[in-house]
């Protein structure tokens, strides 16, 4: 039995529970801040207390619902019904009176009673949407932000005041503390620290973040002008500075909106102050070169408006003076902002040992290999000269080392295409200090850095091919390396992926071919030969030039030669490489990876054989033979389809007379070896994939082996669940249909295509109404039910329409179609 009471001798409402006859139920006999005062002393008691009233409650409602006779069942539903009322009005009161501590500076409350305060209303907020409401209309965001700016030195109270107004508005709420606070540092550092953690949590969670807040352009401006305030303190500089940094990188076109607000300047203000507080202001620097990090990036105008500035200066005393992580993140920044040159005068202004050398190297090492505005490429020359005297006072082996041999190597990567052997002595000693960094006498990490920087130099510029020649002798031994001290770095994939790969660029096929003929039994150096076949292949892919049809095997072929020629590939090494590909194959059947790069590779060397050579019967045997072995090995059979698609599309894109004869004869092959069932197998085992390109592959490879009507009953056979599979189809289709017109000459085969792309279509758009309606969204548009929530059901029905559009389009174009 439930009922209320109040008393004149205290401010706040209370209410009691008497003692009655059921002991489950008890009765209210004390205040509720009295009861939370006493709580401090027994805790558990009272939470144990609670739990077992809230329980009754709970039964007493749901027996309110279930009972079946009266009059007991309304009796007990209008008992519960008053309860409820009883319960809420008192929890109202009590909402009111945490609230009161608003007026009057707190009424005299001491700090910690009203940090009290507001973690009881932030509890009760997150757990009761009821609660937030009540707290909202008792005008609770103003109150808690009196309270804040009534405490500025309570850092606690300070948290849990901007955490409970986003419990109770969300970011706006955070936006209005920011703007009612403008008077306060410590409350808009608040909300500001709280606007940072909540962007890295969801950014870590791999949501959206603050990258989809329509707030973001008011923080932005909102936290310049506190980064920009008169005599702003430490605090509020970090807090700021850390917050715009997340809002910039996850859409870096805001550092527009900052720098337009004074950013830059108060960015500066913010590394200078940080440099002023000796080592203590080392996390507002990290926060000051992360957030111009986030400015600069890939924006050239920010960069020069920093310049302007003066963030040189800055930027190189901040490298001098603070050392471990500061310095790393000063020494990237200021690479950002003012190149290799700048990042090198600090280092050649710290003493040797200094944590400036190093953290300049790991910078440098970074920034010679990204794309940098051609301003910055414009010092690479004084750069290289710089670098060529550290490197000849450093050892070959050490952490140090391989960072000053990458930074070397970037460095000449991009001079080389610009310089020939020979015209400058830095170039050319440069040259030799990473020839002879790959010998014996290094380390196995600077001999990577060596051999990776010689291979793009290679690849970049091939007059400098011959020079790299006497590089050979020490990746060849690297290659052969089994009993060194190291053979444990020699022989990790990466690296030997890339000896082949240099010297393959440096020398041609016959270098790693050769390789593979002495090391055959080793399947790891099998399959990185491969790989490095397949990424010389990949990186220099032609685009022949067009013709007319009677000419169009000769251009290709002409092409073909040139570009084989410029990457370093003898064509007349091509029939070699692909029976060295189809021998590791063979001998080393069960290795999934090799099986996986060696169809690869078979696919593109094909491509680059004389439009009139018939695929290779070796190739065909390899590919069919690694399906067979790894029927359901998903990497296996996805490069063994795009292996045999490759052996039936056109050499050079151009469907000619020469090209139908060689797909004839693959075709036939193929046939002969029921290549269709295995297909089908293929398209009914990964329909679920996310993958499209298997299904792609192998729909393309069944409708040229079994006709395009075995690609129709494989859609016609599939469900709304396939998706992954009809797009892949629909797609298949209109490539079968662009490429080869006289598989759809028939009016009866266009007609069914047409057909198959409507009845899909259809079931496409219904899911999407549905995946709309399942999240309470309206449909305006064909193809954007659910889009909105992000959903992958809904990009993929969007896609299935955009594919069977472009289908139906062709189909319409073509003499049968339209008929």
């Not at 015209?423 to 850095?449: C, F, H, K, N, Y």
Request: proline share 4%; charged share 20%.
């Amino acid at each position: 039995r439930v009922c209320a009471a109040s008393s004149a001798t205290h401010q706040t409402p209370r209410a009691t529970f008497a003692r009655a006859a059921p002991p489950a139920m008890g009765v209210l006999q004390r205040n509720a801040l009295d009861i939370a005062v006493d709580a401090r002393t027994r805790g558990a008691d009272t939470a144990a207390a609670a739990a077992d009233i809230l329980a009754a409650v709970g039964a007493l409602a749901e027996c309110s619902s279930q009972l079946e006779h009266e009059p007991l069942k309304g009796a007990v539903s209008g008992a519960t019904a008053q309860l409820f009322a009883h319960i809420e009005g008192r929890c109202r009161e009590f909402v009111a009176a945490l609230l009161l501590m608003g007026t009057c500076n707190g009424g005299g409350e001491s700090d910690d009673l009203a940090y009290d305060k507001l973690w009881t209303l932030r509890l009760m907020g997150n757990r009761s949407e009821v609660t937030r409401r009540w707290i909202i209309e008792a005008n609770g965001l103003r109150v808690i932000s009196q309270v804040m700016i009534a405490r500025p030195g309570h850092s606690k109270l300070q948290k849990e005041g901007a955490w409970l107004v986003y419990v109770l508005a969300g970011i706006d709420g955070l936006v209005e503390l920011l703007q009612y606070g403008r008077a306060c540092p410590a409350v808009q550092e608040a909300a500001a620290w709280a606007i940072y953690e909540l962007a890295l949590k969801q950014r870590e969670r791999g949501q959206a973040g603050a990258a989809e807040w329509t707030q973001a352009e008011s923080i932005i401006a909102l936290l310049s002008q506190a980064l920009n305030s008169p005599n702003a303190e430490f605090g509020i500089l970090w807090a700021c500075s850390s917050a715009l940094r997340l809002l910039v990188e996850s859409m870096p076109c805001r550092g527009n909106l900052f720098v337009a607000n004074g950013g830059a300047e108060a960015a500066l203000v913010a590394l200078r102050a940080g440099q002023s507080a000796g080592p203590d202001g080392s996390p507002l620097i990290v926060a000051g070169m992360q957030l111009i990090t986030a400015l600069v990036d890939g924006n050239a105008a920010v960069a020069q408006k920093l310049r302007s500035l003066g963030a040189l200066d800055v930027l190189v005393a901040c490298g001098l003076r603070l050392p471990g992580k500061v310095t790393d993140e000063t020494m990237w920044t200021l690479g950002q902002v003012g190149g290799i040159l700048a990042v090198l005068q600090v280092m050649n202004s710290a003493p040797a040992d200094s944590e400036a050398v190093g953290s300049g190297l790991r910078a440098i090492a970074k920034l010679a290999w990204l794309p940098l505005e051609e301003g910055l490429q414009q010092q690479f020359p004084q750069a290289a000269e710089a670098l060529v005297n550290l490197t000849r006072r450093m050892e070959t082996s050490g952490v140090m080392s391989e960072k000053t041999y990458q930074a070397l190597g970037g460095v000449l990567h991009v001079l080389a295409p610009r310089i020939v052997p020979g015209a400058w002595t830095v170039m050319d000693d440069g040259v030799s200090m990473l020839i002879e960094a790959v010998g014996p006498g290094s380390d196995a990490s600077v001999a990577q850095a060596a051999v990776a920087s010689i291979g793009h130099i290679a690849a970049l510029a091939p007059l400098w091919r011959t020079p790299l020649q006497r590089a050979l002798g020490g990746i060849g031994q690297r290659m052969r390396l089994t009993d060194h001290s190291e053979v444990e770095i020699a022989r990790s994939a990466k690296h030997q992926k890339n000896l082949f790969w240099a010297s393959a660029v440096i020398a041609g096929l016959p270098v790693v071919l050769e390789e593979m003929r002495t090391q055959a039994n080793s399947p790891q150096v099998q399959d990185a030969a491969i790989s490095a076949i397949v990424d010389i292949l990949e990186d220099h892919t032609d685009s022949p030039a067009c013709g007319s049809d009677a000419d169009a095997g000769s251009r290709f072929e002409q092409n073909a030669c040139a570009s084989t020629r410029l990457m370093g590939i003898d064509p007349k090494d091509l029939p070699n490489a692909i029976s060295s590909v189809a021998s590791a194959m063979r001998g080393h059947g069960m290795h999934e990876e090799l099986q996986w790069s060696g169809c690869h590779a078979l696919g593109l060397l094909h491509q680059h054989l004389p439009v009139t050579s018939e695929v290779p019967p070796e190739a065909l045997e390899c590919v069919l033979a690694a399906l067979k072995r790894h029927p359901n090995r998903y990497k296996v059979c996805s490069g063994a389809a795009a292996a045999l698609r490759s052996f039936l599309e056109p050499r050079g894109g151009r469907n000619t007379a020469a090209a139908s004869a060689v797909l004839a004869q693959a075709v036939a092959v193929l046939r002969s070896r029921e290549i269709a069932v295995t297909l089908r197998r293929l398209t009914n085992d990964f329909c679920a994939s996310t993958d499209k390109a298997l299904l792609e592959d192998a729909l393309y490879v069944l409708g040229l082996v079994d006709g395009v009507q075995s690609v129709l009953q494989v859609l016609r056979s599939s469900d709304s669940s396939c998706a992954g599979l009809r797009s892949a189809g629909l797609k298949t289709l209109f490539e079968l249909a662009r490429a080869f017109p006289d598989l759809v000459s028939a009016p009866t085969v266009a007609r069914e295509m047409h057909a198959v792309a409507g009845a899909i279509a259809q079931e496409a758009t219904a899911a999407d109404i549905a995946a709309a309606a399942a999240i309470g969204l309206p449909r305006a548009q064909p193809g954007c039910g659910a889009i909105g929530a992000g959903s992958e059901a809904s990009e993929e029905c969007v896609e299935i329409l955009r594919r069977a559009e472009l289908l139906r389009g062709l189909l319409a174009a073509c003499p049968a179609g339209a008929g």
